[in-house]
Structure formats: structure tokens, C-alpha cells
């Protein structure tokens, strides 16, 4: 414990921390989540060396909620579960085995998880939650933002979200109709389920369908289609989409570089202000009926107190409850 509590001293320089966003609710709920169990704490620079507090309940590996949720939050995960348990980040990792957005509500709703950690979601899951009469309880945990991604040799640096639709839907068909060189762009898109096509969808679609895409234009994971945008056919024409998160503080965007939408630059700052146009949540979700002292129910509620949210902003996310600054280190 001593170990986590200087691990944690380093997560608490935040300062004080506000709840989780509870008026902010963008996704169906079927009815509110309770009020936390665990208190509060304020936290002040003088007690950064205090230990976070956790809930009272012991979390042992026997007990622990089964986790799932979006790719892009693992990191948190695996810092929710380490802290919990009072183990490493290497011992806890073993117990977080996330299967990708969409699919984590479906295994929530078969009883396959307990808890997610997770973005938006295809539209569809939730009439398939409806029709199976699944009543789930969701908060959101932090914000993030759908970014876009080229080579960073490409001389765009900016896209409006017109023109992005555009290329998206074939309309706009070579660089140097947006400012770039005279060469085709090749527009990688996210599989059907992805959380970041889900959010493509929304957040800038909208009824505008996408192109049909070929085959080696459609990427299975975040990580294929970074590698895809670094360099397909061995150019630096192509472009893509995936979270801010993940692209710049899981580092999966090197060699590539983060254009600007409408003329805002994506960072944690323009995020947490929502200056930045698009943006995402991150929830936490658990079966409406999980008891009182129900683990998946004690983890869920605890996230969203001050010491919740601690973590959530120690990881690098934009927690619900903050002005977005990053923890200092």
C-alpha cells in the first residue's frame, strides 16, 4: 500500500475535484443512479501527499466486477482495477479484457460483464436493449473529442467538417481541392460497431451516408487504421478518424499529425472548454438492478466522487468534473 499511496500522491496534485457531470446525460437512461456510498473527500494542494480514498468495501480478485468497455479506455480501466485491488498496473492487466464499444453493451446486457467503461455506441444497441427489456443506469465519466489523423507530411492542417463530409462521401476526391498537394485522398474509415464509427455517424455524417468503401479502406481496429493513414500504398494521402485519447495520449499517432476542425486544434484544453466541435463522452454503465453493495454497483458510484474523477484526470482523460488541465506528474 505504501507503494500505491505515492502513486496515487502524484494523481491527487489535480486538486479539488468536482463529481461526475450528473446533468450532463446524452444517452438513454432507465432511471437515475443513486447517490455514491463513499464520501468525498476535499482534496487541497497541501494534502496532495494524502492517499485517494476508496471505498470501504474490499475488492479482491474473487470479487472484482468482470470490466468491458472501448478500446481507447483500457489505460483506465487497468488504473481503476490497480487501485481497487492495491496491485501494479502489469498485475491488474490481466483483468481487463475489453471487447470494443458496441459489443461491450450487448455482453452487458447477456451477463457476460458487469460494468463498462466505454463511448458512444452504435444507435441500434440501445432498441436491442430495449426490446430484450435490459434496464441499465449510465454516468458520464469524462469527455473526449473525434479526431482526425493524416501523415505527417501531409501539408493539411485543417479541415472544415463540410469538407471532411465531403471526403467521406467521394464528393472531394484530392488534396489539393482542400489546400494539399494534387495527389488522391484515401479516406480509411472504422468498421460497422466501432465506437469512433458510431461517432463519425453522429457527429458529423449525420443522414449523409458514407461512401462505399473497398475493402483494404476499412479498418478493424484503431490500430490498423493508424498504420493504414501512416502510410497506405506507401503514400501520405490517406486520412482517419479515432479519439483524441487515443491518438495522442495512448502515443498511437506517431508519425502522424491531428488536423484541426474548423479551425480548432484538438487538445485537452479545447476538449474540456468544448471549443473543440466534436466531442464524445465516456460513461460508466451497470444493470439497473445490481444491489446496493453489489461490487459492479460500489465501483460505478465511486468513479463519479471526487476521488473517481482523481483517477479519471491522473490517466490523461478530460474528467467530467474539471476544466480538462492535466494532472502534474
Known sequence: ???LAVLLALILIVGVLAGCDGGTKPLPATSAAPEATTAAPEATTAEASAEIGVPVFRFTRENFPRMDGSTACIPLAEAVASVLLGESREQAADLVHFNRTTQSFRNLKDGLCDVLIVGQPKASVFDEMKEAGFEYEIETLARDGLVFVVNESNPVDS???EQIRKIYTGEIT???EVGGND?????IQRNEGAGSQALMIKLIMGDTPMMEAPKDYVSASMGDLMTAVKSYDGSANAI??????YAHDMEMAKGLKLIAVDGVEPSRETIASREYPHL??????IPADAPA???NRILYEWLCTADGQALIAGEGYVAAGTDGSPAAN
Open 1 to 3: 500500500m505504501k507503494q
Open 159 to 161: 479541415l472544415t467538417t
Open 174 to 176: 484530392n488534396w489539393k
Open 183 to 187: 495527389a488522391e485522398i484515401i479516406p
Open 240 to 245: 482517419g478518424y479515432s479519439v483524441y485519447y
Open 280 to 285: 464524445n463522452d465516456i460513461y460508466c454503465v
Open 293 to 295: 453493495d453489489s461490487p
